[in-house]
Structure formats: structure tokens, C-alpha cells
């Protein structure tokens, strides 16, 4: 089953390219613990996943690159072809931005439109390519503008076109010191769209991922590089191939007996029920022993309903609204969003 990856924006295209080379290298990486067979195995059904036919020997990655103008893609197309261990196709897109500014408003409702056909078009290619498609994984910022505004229209897009294939978001929260003025405005457009049109939101905080660098990594100049790093690890310990539970592999007891607890789960949902162990004897990369935890629960209420209302704050006294509202997006849309993520917020507190 192949995952077509759709980046999105610098965000999206500069986690990207780390996301596929940790998962090359990882594929590529044979293990003591793990026999030849596994290995091979292992890394088949990774290529499978994610890359495509081999263009004079290197691999292709599943993946169609969408940003505003062609400095980011191409700078992650070279990035990628000089590593040398696999590369990105030819069919990657740049739209330029022409006056906008970085909007919301305008990557949602006029650049996605304008340029649907040719987005649709490049994803069709890459679909085709799948003997079996399980589905795609957007790769976006939540807060950064036009590309978070376009990522929403693509993904909604998806919904109408592959309707049966799962659509995974993997969203960068914003740091809470803010990154842009109207980062509140564009994060709740966002989820609330993302909402209505993803299966599954995957969220990293930016302030979370530098916390690891600081503390755990004691990296003293953090950039850009270091936390994307830092991300892909992640999001590739969580793609890797596994096998279920009720599989071969030696069950590693004792850390996960915890997890049976009643306690840590809803009322209405059995442990055995609210949590899957998926495993493999190969750890992730170059690491001894490695564990990704992927979980649903209340610990985005906090931040969510802090964002929730700083924007109301700002809307409140229209501080804004004219940049989205000269491009489509109307004030009944602000509070569409605001209602449809109270009561997330609000469903998530009863747990």
C-alpha cells in the first residue's frame, strides 16, 4: 500500500525532504537483530511506501511539491538529487505570488482555484504510479499564510476527489511568542477546514520540538534545520513498517503494561479497545531501541482554546479582517470557525 505525500509551502517542503531521507536512510540501515531476510523485507516494503520506480537506479518519492514561488522547491529538489540516495520527480509545482502578501485568504480562495487543475493533475500522476493506494500525507504549516490557506484547499479538494483514501495532515503548531501577527486568525481557519475534510490531524508544537533540541539534544544555536530534523525522526518512527499485535514478534511486556490502565482512557471505550501496539524487531534508524506513541486526548485542549481566543480577541474589535475579507472570506466565515472549534474544544473537556 503506497502514501502519496502532498508538501505544502516552505514548511512543508523543507519537512519533507528530511521526512523521506530519514525513511531512506532507515530502510537502508540493516540491523544486527533483525536477519538478512527482515532486512530486506523491511526495506522493500518501505520503498513501497513511499518511492516509486528507480530512475537510473535512484529512487523516486511519492510526493508532488506545491509553494508560492520556486526558490523553496527548487532549493529541496537539489537538496534531495545531491544526497544522492533518492530524489524527487519531475512533477513538482511553484505558484507565484503576485502582490498578495502571505494570506490566508487569497491561498485558500483565489490561488487554490486558480491553480486546482494543475495541482489535481500533478497528484493524479503520482497516483497512478500506486499499484495500491492507502492514501496521502499532507504536510503543512497551520499558521504561516498563503500556503496554510492553499494546504486547507487541496486537502479539501482531496476529500471531493479520493473521498475512500485516507487524508492525514501533519500540521506544525505555531509558537505561542507568535510568528505572525495574524497567526491566530489563519490557525483557526485552518483547523476548522482541516476538520471538515481530513481523517486525521497530526500536530507537532513548535515550542515542544525546540524544548527536545534545548533540553535532550542540548543544541545551543537552535534553527530551522534542527527541529525539521527532529520532526522527521518522528513522523518516520511512526511510518515505519510495522506488524500488529497479534503477530510473530516478541511482545516487549513491561514497558507497555502501564497503558492497560482503565484510568488513562474515556469511560465509554475498553483499554482493549482504545489502544493498538504495533511493533517490529527492527528499532527506527541507528537507535538501540526506539517507541512512538500517537495518541488522542486532551492535551491540545490548552493550547487550542488559547488560540481560539486570542482570535476572538482580535475579531472582536476587527483588527484584520479587511486582509481576508478582500479576498473571499467573509466575517460568517470567521464565526463558523470560532463555533465549529468551541465545541471541539468543548466535546474533548467531557472526555
Request: with cysteine; proline share 2%.
Given at each position: 500500500?503506497?502514501?502519496?505525500?502532498?508538501?505544502?509551502?516552505?514548511?512543508?517542503?523543507?519537512?519533507?525532504f528530511?521526512v523521506?531521507?530519514?525513511?531512506?536512510?532507515?530502510?537502508?540501515?540493516?540491523?544486527?537483530?533483525?536477519?538478512?531476510?527482515?532486512?530486506?523485507?523491511?526495506?522493500?516494503?518501505?520503498?513501497?511506501?513511499?518511492?516509486?520506480?528507480?530512475?537510473?537506479?535512484?529512487?523516486?518519492?511519492?510526493?508532488?511539491?506545491?509553494?508560492m514561488?520556486?526558490?523553496?522547491?527548487?532549493?529541496?529538489?537539489?537538496?534531495?538529487?545531491?544526497?544522492?540516495?533518492?530524489?524527487?520527480?519531475?512533477h513538482?509545482?511553484?505558484?507565484?505570488?503576485q502582490?498578495?502578501?502571505?494570506?490566508?485568504?487569497?491561498?485558500?480562495s483565489?490561488?487554490?482555484p486558480?491553480?486546482?487543475?494543475?495541482?489535481?493533475?500533478?497528484?493524479?500522476?503520482?497516483?497512478?504510479?500506486?499499484?495500491?493506494?492507502?492514501?496521502?500525507?499532507?504536510?503543512m504549516s497551520?499558521?504561516?499564510?498563503?500556503?496554510?490557506?492553499?494546504?486547507?484547499?487541496?486537502?479539501?479538494?482531496?476529500?471531493?476527489?479520493?473521498?475512500?483514501?485516507?487524508?492525514?495532515?501533519?500540521?506544525?503548531?505555531?509558537y505561542?511568542?507568535?510568528?505572525?501577527?495574524?497567526?491566530?486568525?489563519?490557525?483557526?481557519?485552518?483547523?476548522?477546514?482541516?476538520?471538515?475534510?481530513?481523517d486525521?490531524?497530526?500536530?507537532?508544537?513548535?515550542?515542544?520540538?525546540?524544548?527536545?533540541?534545548?533540553k535532550?539534544?542540548?543544541?545551543?544555536?537552535?534553527?530551522?534545520?534542527?527541529?525539521?530534523?527532529?520532526?522527521?525522526h518522528?513522523?518516520?518512527?511512526?511510518?515505519?513498517?510495522?506488524?500488529?499485535?497479534?503477530?510473530?514478534?516478541?511482545?516487549?511486556?513491561?514497558?507497555?503494561?502501564?497503558?492497560?490502565?482503565?484510568?488513562?482512557?474515556?469511560?465509554?471505550?475498553?483499554p482493549?479497545?482504545?489502544?493498538?501496539?504495533?511493533?517490529?524487531q527492527?528499532a527506527f534508524?541507528?537507535?538501540?531501541k526506539?517507541?512512538?506513541?500517537?495518541?488522542?486526548s486532551?492535551?491540545?485542549?490548552?493550547?487550542?482554546?488559547?488560540?481560539?481566543?486570542?482570535a476572538?480577541?482580535?475579531?472582536?474589535s476587527?483588527?484584520?479582517?479587511?486582509?481576508?475579507?478582500?479576498?473571499?472570506?467573509?466575517?460568517?466565515?470567521?464565526?463558523?470557525?470560532?463555533?465549529?472549534?468551541?465545541?471541539?474544544?468543548?466535546?474533548?473537556?467531557?472526555?
Open positions: 500500500m503506497s502514501i502519496v505525500t502532498v508538501q505544502l509551502g516552505q514548511c512543508g517542503n523543507q519537512i519533507g528530511e523521506f531521507d530519514a525513511l531512506f536512510i532507515d530502510s537502508h540501515c540493516p540491523q544486527r537483530l533483525s536477519s538478512k531476510r527482515e532486512n530486506e523485507a523491511y526495506q522493500a516494503s518501505c520503498k513501497e511506501r513511499f518511492f516509486s520506480e528507480e530512475e537510473n537506479g535512484v529512487p523516486i518519492a511519492r510526493a508532488v511539491l506545491v509553494d514561488e520556486p526558490k523553496v522547491i527548487n532549493q529541496t529538489l537539489s537538496k534531495a538529487a545531491q544526497s544522492g540516495r533518492w530524489k524527487y520527480g519531475q513538482s509545482s511553484f505558484c507565484q505570488k502582490g498578495s502578501g502571505n494570506n490566508w485568504a487569497y491561498g485558500y483565489v490561488h487554490g486558480r491553480h486546482e487543475e494543475s495541482i489535481r493533475n500533478l497528484i493524479q500522476k503520482e497516483v497512478e504510479k500506486c499499484d495500491s493506494l492507502s492514501g496521502f500525507f499532507i504536510i497551520m499558521a504561516g499564510g498563503t500556503g496554510s490557506g492553499l494546504g486547507a484547499f487541496v486537502t479539501q479538494n482531496l476529500q471531493d476527489q479520493y473521498s475512500n483514501s485516507l487524508k492525514m495532515n501533519q500540521i506544525i503548531w505555531p505561542g511568542t507568535g510568528e505572525v501577527i495574524v497567526q491566530n486568525y489563519n490557525s483557526i481557519l485552518t483547523l476548522s477546514h482541516l476538520y471538515r475534510s481530513s486525521a490531524l497530526l500536530v507537532h508544537e513548535n515550542d515542544a520540538v525546540h524544548k527536545i533540541c534545548a535532550l539534544m542540548n543544541i545551543k544555536q537552535i534553527s530551522f534545520s534542527d527541529i525539521n530534523q527532529v520532526l522527521a518522528q513522523l518516520g518512527s511512526v511510518f515505519q513498517p510495522t506488524y500488529s499485535a497479534e503477530g510473530s514478534f516478541h511482545y516487549r511486556r513491561n514497558p507497555l503494561e502501564g497503558f492497560k490502565d482503565p484510568a488513562l482512557y474515556t469511560s465509554w471505550l475498553e482493549v479497545n482504545a489502544f493498538n501496539v504495533w511493533r517490529t527492527r534508524s541507528k537507535y538501540e526506539s517507541a512512538a506513541l500517537v495518541s488522542n486532551q492535551f491540545l485542549v490548552k493550547p487550542l482554546d488559547m488560540i481560539v481566543g486570542k476572538w480577541n482580535m475579531f472582536a476587527k483588527a484584520y479582517v479587511h486582509q481576508y475579507t478582500k479576498f473571499g472570506i467573509e466575517e460568517e466565515d470567521f464565526l463558523d470557525s470560532f463555533a465549529l472549534l468551541e465545541q471541539v474544544v468543548a466535546s474533548y473537556c467531557t472526555l
